[in-house]
């Protein structure tokens, strides 16, 4: 058909139309209008975001916990954050995307009608934010698959230096299976109980952070203290690897915190700013705490700064003001230094990276000052008549949801393990270090 053609085809389509009922002009109208439009701006957006978390994980997290780690386990730490991430990629394609957002409409878990995939193709579309628009089902699958993937090896940091290998692995197949699907749907899916109690989550408080956070604890004391706490020497070995990781993990957490807004528009450009200023808040915060109760401010104090503003401004980022979010990241960081410097030294537990004194509780507290600063008078995106009571009982409400269905579970489950597989290397295997004693290789030439 020339072009000619085509002008005249739709020149009678428009005749067509104009001599139709005025109702029934509008109803053709709406039609058009509820079709839904992929935008390739947003996919274009959107498959970067992915790319940013998994940039988080290998080599963000690897290297910000390697660094953290004796000389003798840096690889250990890289192999666990390595071949979790594949792992859970694979258990997510089988039937973690089906459990977590496979369109059943139970309150806890989305079903197994799309195990390994199924009725997936290029075609296939999911809804974003905005009425009308779609992204391709395969984008949102990577995407939510990388939030899969970290939150697990985000846990290894609290016994790192004395987990078995092969315990860890079946402890998170285990774990990501009853513990991460269940609560990814009850917070994000539209059938999922917490949605539906209205809580506020934007990219991870309660389903990466205070999951992660809590099974680290339970971990944590399980496994129990590493040879010589208290005793030797545990210092990082490496805070310039350590500064890399944390910066790549800033990085990356642009993709997690824009990205979950699932569109290129002003959302992800609040998200984005959020996620600066919290940060940048949270780093100072830690800082000055530091330079008045030690006398200085440590390198490792700023990176722990660092992570704790991310954590907290991760589920409020695409709902709080800028300014909020200094204040929201500056009170994390200053409540996870006191659960890090006081309250595990006061309670003896060996959460080797601080896994539940930064994730755990930056994500309490970023959960529940949602509800505070999504108010208008904080510069909050919330309506003029946004109940800062309410909505914070909501959100507090949710993070007790998570933490006794992720604390029960996750002390089961690592009791499981422990009692078939053993969860600790022995004593000499840790002396010695897991590089060797574990994947029979070594860091650094000496």
């Not at 959960?367 to 904080?378: D, L, S």
């Not at 009791?415 to 969860?423: E, F, P, R």
């Amino acid at each position: 058909m020339t072009n000619i053609a085509k002008l005249f085809g739709f020149v009678s389509i428009l005749a067509s139309l104009a001599a139709l009922p005025v109702a029934a002009q509008e109803a053709v109208v709406d039609l058009v209008e509820v079709v839904p439009t992929m935008d390739k701006g947003d996919v274009a957006w959107m498959l970067v975001s992915t790319l940013l978390v998994l940039f988080m994980i290998l080599p963000g997290l690897a290297l910000f916990y390697g660094g953290l780690v004796r000389s003798k386990n840096m690889l250990s730490v890289l192999m666990h954050c390595t071949v979790i991430t594949a792992l859970v990629m694979v258990v997510w394609v089988a039937y973690g995307y089906s459990m977590a957002f496979g369109g059943g409409t139970g309150p806890y878990w989305g079903g197994l009608s799309k195990m390994f995939l199924a009725g997936v193709t290029m075609d296939s579309m999911v809804g974003t934010f905005t009425e009308g628009v779609v992204l391709p089902e395969y984008v949102f699958i990577a995407f939510q698959m990388t939030f899969a993937a970290i939150t697990p090896a985000l846990i290894v940091g609290a016994f790192a230096e004395r987990i078995k290998f092969s315990a860890l692995l079946v402890f998170v197949v285990l774990w990501v299976t009853v513990v991460y699907f269940p609560i990814a749907h009850m917070v994000w899916d539209s059938a999922g109980l917490i949605f539906n109690m209205g809580a506020l989550d934007f990219a991870g408080g309660t389903v990466v952070h205070i999951n992660a956070g809590i099974a680290a604890l339970i971990g944590a004391i399980l496994v129990g203290k590493r040879v010589g706490y208290g005793q030797t020497n545990m210092a990082p070995h490496s805070m310039t690897l350590t500064l890399v990781g944390a910066g790549i993990l800033w990085v990356g957490w642009f993709g997690f915190n824009a990205g979950s807004n699932l569109e290129a528009n002003g959302g992800a450009a609040l998200a984005m700013i959020n996620t600066f200023t919290a940060t940048a808040g949270a780093i100072l915060a830690w800082s000055l705490i530091e330079s008045q109760t030690r006398g200085k401010s440590s390198m490792l104090g700023a990176a722990s700064g660092m992570v704790a503003g991310l954590v907290a401004v991760t589920p409020a980022a695409g709902t709080i003001g800028p300014v909020g979010a200094i204040a929201l990241g500056a009170i994390s960081s200053s409540i996870c230094y006191f659960f890090v410097d006081v309250v595990k030294h006061k309670f003896g537990y060996d959460d080797s990276l601080d896994v539940f004194g930064i994730h755990g509780v930056g994500g309490i507290v970023g959960a529940i000052g949602t509800g505070i600063f999504t108010a208008p008078i904080f510069g909050g995106v919330g309506d003029a008549d946004y109940s800062i009571a309410g909505q914070t009982l909501i959100q507090a409400q949710a993070v007790g949801i998570t933490i006794v269905w992720c604390g029960v579970a996750s002390f089961v489950l690592y009791k499981l393990v422990d009692l078939t597989i053993g969860l600790r290397v022995n004593p000499e295997a840790e002396r010695e270090g897991l590089d060797l004693t574990s994947h029979g290789e070594s860091a650094y030439n000496h």
